[in-house]
């Protein structure tokens, strides 16, 4: 929860819903678009916040909403730093740290239009991690590099 001088919430707390924090400033747009949130529900986006551990941060609130473990892989890797909260009745009953997954299958498109997974309907696309800050991750059949904004383009442009 973010505070103006440890007294004054600047957003107030949800009933029930999910609390995505630590996402890096900017990103709480393409937040949104991975969980396809357009309407119907009550959303608070605190945006270019600071915070003592990011220097800025952004935080998505959304209310009735829970989200899914697919939605929070695709979360990881736009914003790797994030923290899931799940709230009932004014607490947070569980809390997820995010972290990039050694593999990511079926999630990314290799970008090597030779590669088999753009030839072969059955086969799966299937990206190892081989950094993460900056966050590249190689494709396990043709060795394809693919980085952070090649990530973001594709997950973003996915869910349009």
Known sequence: METVNKKE??????????????IPAGRALA????????EGYRIALVMNVESKKMGKKDIVKIENKEVNEKEADL????????????????EVVEKKKLKVPDVVKGLLKCTNLMCITNNDIEAMPEFRKIS???????CIYCD???????ILKQILGSKS
């Open 75 to 90: 979360i990881t890797l736009i914003a790797p730093t994030a923290t899931i909260n799940i709230v009932r009745d004014y």
């Open 31 to 38: 937040v949104l678009r991975i969980l396809k949130i357009t």
């Open 144 to 150: 394809t590099v693919i980085d952070e904004n090649e």
């Open 9 to 22: 919430l600047i957003v107030s707390k949800i009933r029930n819903g999910t609390v995505i924090d630590h």
């Open 132 to 138: 993460e800050k900056p966050l590249k991750m190689k």
